[in-house]
């Protein structure tokens, strides 16, 4: 398998010497390829860096996105760029050319496209068809509807509506082979990995290989087959050997992952609070009980429910070995943080190692607190460890995973006139799940949602703070508290927490909640000077150099 086409030279350097160019010529090449953006701009300077090596890494990179999304016109427009290098022209080349070409020359305006992505985003999928179908039906403009509706149909949940807009689209006849392409992307997101694995084999391989053979890979991963899918993986990722996700990934399954032992479960205090979610908190709860959980005790908050949260709270007790459940009732909902810290204060969590907070809306996979506590356990200067969140429902979507901080610039964005220094890099930016976070490795921020903190750095430096009340912000500033001082977090990915409803933040609607999360913004600016946030996102990353120059080093003899 060969990453580049004709007339692109292979990376001539061995695995060790390429990630060690990487992070020195692009240094924020380990932080992550999956946010579009970041992706784009690495992929451009590499190809213009002069160098063979980093230009073949730039090329591939270019394919790969067009291949993960091969209707986004973005990407198109960047892989036709990167193949006028190639001579003579290459068949993926010619393809993506007339891709573009086609969508340059009919697509949905800027109000046309808002008002298809407010539509697709109803979910109100009666309407959808009778004002979609339509519109994809027509001689010329109907690939363009189609292009830009494609992401928001595969997140509706309902694949009968993507495959109808795919049967209603007139195909043009050079754009053919793209069509089984997005019917097996269908497929791998809501059917079986049997039927996946059929449907695969109709996708063409020289425009789609990279694309095809990591599903694949992972589909065998899913069912059960470690071998056969890590060889899978370990052929992708000898063709893309600057793929950061695949060769974290390929790393966490040769190596074996931290485990804690059982003991070490009763070092640890599991808190949950909740306001006026009965029912969310009954499934959260039948789903912790039936988890290895082990010796953990188990502390739930009602913070002044009037839905009857806390009768429902002390009635899941039965489901727990006798005493391992408390309930504490507050007669008000004094907000998240300091929900948080009342939970902190309780005699048992002062007395253990780890206070480990789950939301009152998750489902947890069975061995969850142990993975999550051999994560912080392997790592003594951590303060936390967390996981990766999805959403509960096809098609499982990225809500969380590892977070980093880009370097301050000090220049204005969300506030005029005043300087921004803390964006966080949102490495999954919101994508659907397709495995490619199932790695572990040093961050600087992890979802709140469900996460383990080390009580003795909460004893140094604090809990929450009661400023970011009633909610948002308040896990971050935690965090980013605790990188300033050299206590950042681990991500162990290979743990999934699927969460039933979408984060505050996404939900915020109306210029009350806006407000709120812009003012906890600003607190969260006012808090950290430009020279503690540069600190702090330097530190991250040197980690996430080191940590990958270590795994591809380790990698290298699996390729020699």
């Not at 946010?35 to 300077?45: C, D, F, K, Q, T």
């Amino acid at each position: 398998m060969r990453p580049l086409p004709s007339g692109i030279p292979d990376i001539s350097i061995p695995l060790s010497a390429l990630a060690d160019k990487l992070v020195r010529a692009l240094p924020l090449w380990p932080m992550g390829l999956e946010e579009p953006g970041l992706a784009r701009h690495l992929s451009a300077r590499a190809l213009t860096s002069g160098d063979v090596d980093l230009a073949a890494c730039g090329f591939g990179l270019a394919l790969w996105g067009w291949q993960r999304a091969p209707l986004e016109r973005a990407r198109v427009e960047l892989l036709v760029q990167a193949a006028q290098a190639v001579s003579p022209p290459s068949p993926v080349g010619l393809f993506a050319h007339n891709l573009f070409a086609t969508l340059e020359a009919w697509s949905p305006g800027p109000e046309e496209a808002d008002e298809l992505a407010a539509l697709l985003v109803s979910g109100q999928s009666a309407l959808i068809v009778r004002t979609l179908l339509p519109l994809v039906r027509q001689p010329v403009r109907g690939f363009g509807w189609l292009a830009a509706a494609w992401d928001g149909l595969l997140r509706l949940g309902a694949p009968e509506l993507a495959c109808a807009v795919l049967d209603s689209c007139p195909w043009p006849a050079e754009l053919k082979p793209l069509r089984a392409r997005l019917s097996a992307e269908v497929d791998f997101l809501y059917s079986s990995p049997e039927v996946c694995l059929g449907t695969l084999g109709s996708v063409n391989e020289p425009l789609f290989g990279l694309w095809t053979n990591y599903l694949r890979a992972e589909l065998l991963l899913r069912q059960g087959e470690l071998k056969r899918g890590q060889n899978e993986l370990a052929q992708v990722f000898a063709a893309l050997p600057w793929h950061t996700h695949l060769g974290l990934k390929l790393h966490g399954l040769a190596a074996q992952q931290p485990l804690a032992p059982a003991s070490a479960t009763a070092n640890a205090v599991i808190l949950v609070y909740s306001w006026n979610k009965a029912e969310l908190v009954r499934q959260t709860l039948e789903s912790l009980a039936g988890t290895d959980f082990g010796s953990a005790r188990v502390l739930c908050l009602n913070n002044g429910s009037t839905d009857g949260t806390g009768e429902v709270m002390e009635a899941c007790a039965a489901l727990f070995p006798a005493g391992a459940l408390r309930v504490i009732h507050l007669p008000v909902n004094v907000g998240a943080p300091a929900a948080r810290n009342w939970l902190l204060a309780q005699p048992e969590v002062r007395a253990a190692e780890w206070a480990v907070f789950l939301d009152d809306d998750v489902l947890l996979p069975p061995a969850w607190l142990r993975r999550l506590l051999g994560a912080g356990m392997a790592d003594a200067a951590c303060s936390v460890a967390g996981c990766r969140i999805v959403s509960a429902t096809p098609p499982s979507c990225l809500q969380s995973a590892d977070y980093h901080l880009f370097l301050p610039d000090g220049q204005p964005k969300t506030f005029r006139d005043l300087p921004e220094n803390i964006v966080v890099f949102d490495n999954c930016a919101g994508a659907l799940d397709v495995g490619l976070f199932t790695y572990a490795r040093p961050a600087t921020h992890v979802s709140g949602c469900c996460h383990a903190l080390r009580s003795s750095v909460l004893a140094e430096l604090g809990g929450f703070d009661i400023r970011f009340s009633p909610t948002q912000f308040d896990d971050l500033d935690r965090d980013i508290r605790s990188a300033v001082a050299g206590r950042p977090a681990v991500y162990a990915g290979d743990v999934v927490v699927e969460h039933v409803q979408h984060s505050s933040l996404a939900r915020a609607k109306g210029p009350a909640a806006m407000g709120q999360v812009l003012g906890n913004k600003m607190k969260l600016e006012g808090k950290y000077t430009q020279v503690e946030v540069d600190g702090a996102a330097r530190r991250g990353l040197d980690a996430l150099h080191t940590d990958m120059k270590r795994k591809w080093a380790e990698l290298g003899p699996l390729f020699s």
